[in-house]
């Protein structure tokens, strides 16, 4: 490995030489970004396969005979776990995280490449841990992704041999990888920005990766801990989250522990996680919005601030997730409280985003038009979500289809558009080639247009009282026939939107080979990561010296400017008056 | 800069050269950050004791019912007392490393890496002693962990102590983590005091030096944070 010190930037560069040093034990964060999304979207299509398989079973109860009730609720935990950790905050952070941050911040690299590789490479085992669950006696866990004990772990749970115990083991194998991960991020924004790069020149997606790793590593030792926990429960007979109970006609040897607690720390860390994964996709919509209207985000200096309140904010409302726990009814009036505060902050952030389209120069390209498809799905789940946070209101829809029609729209569908507006922006940068735009348009709407048909009528199901994870709903007396038929129309629209993912995977392999030569900046993006000397970026990212930035990632449509955009490291000069905001 | 200036800049303002690159050290940083995790770790950890330890979630009327004091053994208060020690040691080597007194850092390292490696057996021989008292992690040889097959009913029997008494999980747990943290700092002070030792120059270890004993003087603070828990059973 040669060695070689560039002049402005002290810290040595590693120049591998071999193919597996280049590709495989890279410390590069654009290769370590692009193992991390492959293996996160690889895994996340094992958990779109499951949750297909479960709406086969919703839609036509019996007619498939391999899908047994206890399958199903395997099925339940495994989709869950799998999309909310090891699809959305790997991808999220470990993808988009570790290619953008130093591009944006203009580094070279993350400041700590060596625990950067470890951290994709532990992700990777916990992924494989998590994997191994299918192949063992019993199958995997089956208790539901939150993993409430006692049931977790007692007879009668599917998964409850070693499914459950190659879960938890993943589960703290993960956290390890994501807190190396989680060091680069946060110190690589604080310590690695580049000359004039003041933290209000930083492009919103870095400000919501930032934050979004801050609160991860803060929120995911709860879940450690948990894991740890729960782990010694069933391994070591300890009674952490155990009570005294009877399972099966039998006295068990448990007695004294709580699951509540349990209950506690899983959603100290479960709450603070959807905003793990939410902030980043604020912070990137943010800038494909800005992009794609040719205006400079409204209000920016909201936005960031919105990020940074929302992600204090979220530490505080975790046990809006337990009101049916049977907790004091003070503590459901405080949660509630706090939630609906978090919908200020939330609530700016949308109206500066509608704002930013206002009067602007809009092209609907296909990343625009999985940036404005976010914005419709973020607004729906988010007002479910006002229900939701009440505590009379959640009692009775709590265990409905209502809540997973709420989820999903705001962090499973809202998030997942972004990110494909995401590759489809960033991926002429990444690959330095451009995709079929009339294939990306078609993906944008039967997606967008399928997943409307798929949860909004769960939520009038949950309403008519459907219960969630439940394997077959049977004659029973409250539910009409018409909700079956939804069901139907449901299952019929996942399997659509299911295949229709084929165009998108179609698209980026047969783009990556034979799409066109892309342009180095095809969007006239002002942004730092456009601006590098070689597409996709060599290793170092800026080619002998590093760029100096003198103006902020939002200068579009400038009024004198020679083109509609001024690249963050043009210094001023007569090309551009000031700005007139 | 204060956080609150840069917070509150207006970028789309006056558009120019603008502050110099950070100045503070990039692993100073970094382990500050780390820190936050552990002390989020530890927080976890004690709120869930403290809620264990007033019963919480249990059917009322049983309240803390389950909890049992556990014994304190004396050796506890030895250890503390070695790891104190070797913070001391650690400080006198930061202060070395910055001096740039090769001699002095080379014992001051000796002695603070002896001490730590004496806490960290003293804390295996209270594990030792508990097992002997009959707190085991687990009891009988062959005893399968995992119950496969016919899941085993008996934990009553093979972990008398273990399913009776939280206050003694939670206290195999927390020393554990503990230690494996203390383990992390012993490897950077393995790679400190071999280079010191090979006569390697001061500066390649003084940041090393400086930041290990930052860290140590943290786990003892944590250490003591724990003990102080225990103790209130």
């Known amino acids: 490995m040669a060695t070689v010190t560039l002049a402005d930037d002290m810290r040595p560069l590693h120049h591998p030489k071999t193919f597996i040093g280049k590709y495989i034990w890279s410390q590069d964060h654009k290769v370590i970004a692009i193992q991390y999304s492959l293996t996160a979207i690889s895994i996340g299509v094992v958990a779109l396969v499951l949750s297909a398989l479960m709406r086969l079973q919703l839609g036509f109860p019996g007619t498939f005979s391999f899908i047994q009730p206890d399958h199903y609720l395997q099925y339940v935990t495994m989709h869950g776990m799998i999309m909310v950790v090891y699809l959305l905050t790997a991808l999220l952070l470990g993808g988009f995280g570790n290619y953008l941050i130093p591009l944006m911040v203009g580094a070279r690299d993350m400041v700590f490449p060596f625990v950067n590789m470890l951290s994709y490479w532990v992700y990777l085992l916990s992924v494989l841990v998590l994997v191994s669950g299918f192949f063992v006696p019993g199958g995997p866990a089956g208790s539901g992704w939150t993993l409430y004990p006692p049931q977790a772990i007692l007879d009668g749970t599917p998964g409850h041999q070693w499914g459950i115990i190659t879960m938890l083991v993943s589960l703290a194998i993960f956290i390890v990888a994501f807190t190396m991960g989680g060091l680069n991020y946060v110190t690589t924004v604080l310590q690695a920005r580049t000359k004039g790069m003041t933290l209000m020149r930083m492009p919103c997606s870095v400000w919501g990766i930032f934050v979004a790793s801050i609160m991860g590593l803060l929120a995911f030792p709860a879940l450690f801990v948990a894991a740890i926990m729960m782990l010694l429960d069933r391994i070591a007979g300890t009674s952490f989250f155990m009570p005294s109970i009877v399972s099966m006609g039998q006295q068990t040897g448990y007695q004294g522990g709580s699951p509540i607690l349990f209950q506690h720390?899983?959603?100290?860390?479960?709450?603070?996680?959807?905003?793990?994964?939410?902030?980043?996709?604020?912070?990137?919509?943010?800038?494909?919005?800005?992009?794609?209207?040719?205006?400079?985000?409204?209000?920016?200096?909201?936005?960031?601030?919105?990020?940074?309140?929302?992600?204090?904010?979220?530490?505080?409302?975790?046990?809006?997730?337990?009101?049916?726990?049977?907790?004091?009814?003070?503590?459901?009036?405080?949660?509630?409280?706090?939630?609906?505060?978090?919908?200020?902050?939330?609530?700016?952030?949308?109206?500066?985003?509608?704002?930013?389209?206002?009067?602007?120069?809009?092209?609907?390209?296909?990343?625009?038009?999985?940036?404005?498809?976010?914005?419709?799905?973020?607004?729906?789940?988010?007002?479910?979500?006002?229900?939701?946070?009440?505590?009379?209101?959640?009692?009775?829809?709590?265990?409905?289809?209502?809540?997973?029609?709420?989820?999903?729209?705001?962090?499973?569908?809202?998030?997942?558009?972004?990110?494909?507006?995401?590759?489809?922006?960033?991926?002429?940068?990444?690959?330095?080639?451009?995709?079929?735009?009339?294939?990306?348009?078609?993906?944008?709407?039967?997606?967008?247009?399928?997943?409307?048909?798929?949860?909004?009528?769960?939520?009038?199901?949950?309403?008519?009282?459907?219960?969630?994870?439940?394997?077959?709903?049977?004659?029973?007396?409250?539910?009409?026939?018409?909700?079956?038929?939804?069901?139907?129309?449901?299952?019929?629209?996942?399997?659509?939107?299911?295949?229709?993912?084929?165009?998108?995977?179609?698209?980026?392999?047969?783009?990556?080979?034979?799409?066109?030569?892309?342009?180095?900046?095809?969007?006239?993006?002002?942004?730092?990561?456009?601006?590098?000397?070689?597409?996709?970026?060599?290793?170092?990212?800026?080619?002998?010296?590093?760029?100096?930035?003198?103006?902020?990632?939002?200068?579009?449509?400038?009024?004198?400017?020679?083109?509609?955009?001024?690249?963050?490291?043009?210094?001023?000069?007569?090309?551009?008056?000031?700005?007139?905001? | 800069m204060s956080l609150l200036a840069a917070l509150t800049e207006k970028p789309w303002l006056a558009p120019g050269p603008a502050g110099d690159r950070p100045d503070r050290s990039t692993p100073a940083t970094g382990l500050a950050v780390f820190l936050c995790v552990v002390t989020m770790l530890f927080l976890l950890l004690t709120m869930a004791y403290l809620m264990h330890m007033s019963g919480h979630g249990t059917a009322s009327g049983e309240t803390g019912g389950h909890w049992h004091s556990m014994p304190k053994p004396p050796l506890l208060w030895a250890n503390s007392g070695i790891l104190l020690l070797s913070s001391f040691a650690w400080q006198a080597a930061r202060r070395a490393a910055r001096r740039g007194d090769a001699a002095a850092l080379r014992s001051a390292l000796i002695v603070a890496g002896a001490l730590g490696l004496a806490f960290l057996s003293g804390q295996l021989f209270v594990w030792h002693q508990l097992r002997e008292a009959g707190y085991f992690l687990s009891s009988q040889p062959g005893f399968c962990l995992i119950g496969l097959g016919t899941p085993d009913r008996s934990f009553q029997t093979l972990h008398p102590f273990l399913t009776g008494s939280p206050a003694i999980a939670f206290f195999y747990l927390i020393t554990a983590l503990h230690g494996l943290h203390l383990l992390g700092g012993v490897a950077v002070w393995g790679h400190a005091t071999s280079q010191v030792l090979r006569g390697g120059s001061i500066a390649a270890v003084r940041q090393q030096v400086d930041l290990c004993g930052l860290y140590w003087h943290f786990l003892l603070l944590v250490w003591l944070w724990m003990f102080g828990l225990f103790l209130l059973t």
Do not use: C
């Not at chain 1, 700016?348 to 799905?377: C, D, E, Q, S």
């Not at chain 1, 959640?394 to 990110?419: A, E, K, Q, R």
């Not at chain 1, 039967?446 to 009528?457: E, H, M």
């Not at chain 1, 049977?474 to 165009?503: K, Y």
């Open chain 1, 265 to 581: 720390l899983f959603w100290f860390f479960g709450h603070p996680e959807v905003y793990i994964v939410a902030l980043p996709a604020f912070g990137i919509v943010s800038d494909l919005i800005s992009v794609h209207a040719r205006k400079n985000i409204f209000g920016y200096r909201m936005m960031v601030w919105a990020i940074i309140v929302i992600g204090a904010l979220s530490f505080f409302v975790w046990a809006h997730h337990m009101y049916v726990s049977g907790m004091n009814p003070y503590f459901g009036f405080f949660f509630a409280t706090s939630t609906l505060i978090i919908a200020i902050p939330t609530a700016i952030k949308v109206y500066n985003w509608l704002l930013t389209l206002y009067r602007g120069n809009i092209h609907l390209r296909v990343p625009m038009l999985f940036a404005i498809g976010f914005l419709f799905t973020f607004i729906h789940g988010g007002l479910s979500g006002l229900f939701l946070g009440n505590v009379s209101v959640d009692l009775p829809l709590s265990d409905t289809f209502f809540v997973v029609g709420h989820f999903h729209m705001v962090m499973g569908v809202s998030p997942i558009l972004v990110i494909f507006g995401a590759i489809y922006h960033w991926y002429p940068k990444i690959t330095g080639r451009m995709w079929n735009d009339m294939l990306g348009k078609i993906h944008f709407w039967i997606t967008f247009l399928g997943v409307y048909a798929i949860y909004l009528p769960m939520h009038y199901l949950g309403i008519l009282g459907v219960p969630r994870r439940y394997y077959a709903l049977g004659p029973t007396a409250f539910i009409p026939p018409s909700a079956h038929l939804a069901n139907e129309g449901i299952t019929i629209a996942a399997l659509i939107v299911f295949v229709a993912q084929g165009l998108f995977f179609f698209n980026m392999i047969w783009s990556f080979f034979r799409g066109p030569k892309a342009d180095p900046n095809p969007w006239g993006a002002a942004s730092l990561e456009w601006q590098t000397p070689d597409t996709p970026p060599k290793h170092g990212n800026w080619g002998p010296r590093l760029p100096t930035v003198y103006r902020w990632a939002y200068d579009y449509s400038v009024p004198g400017a020679a083109q509609d955009f001024i690249p963050q490291n043009v210094p001023p000069g007569d090309a551009d008056r000031h700005h007139p905001t």
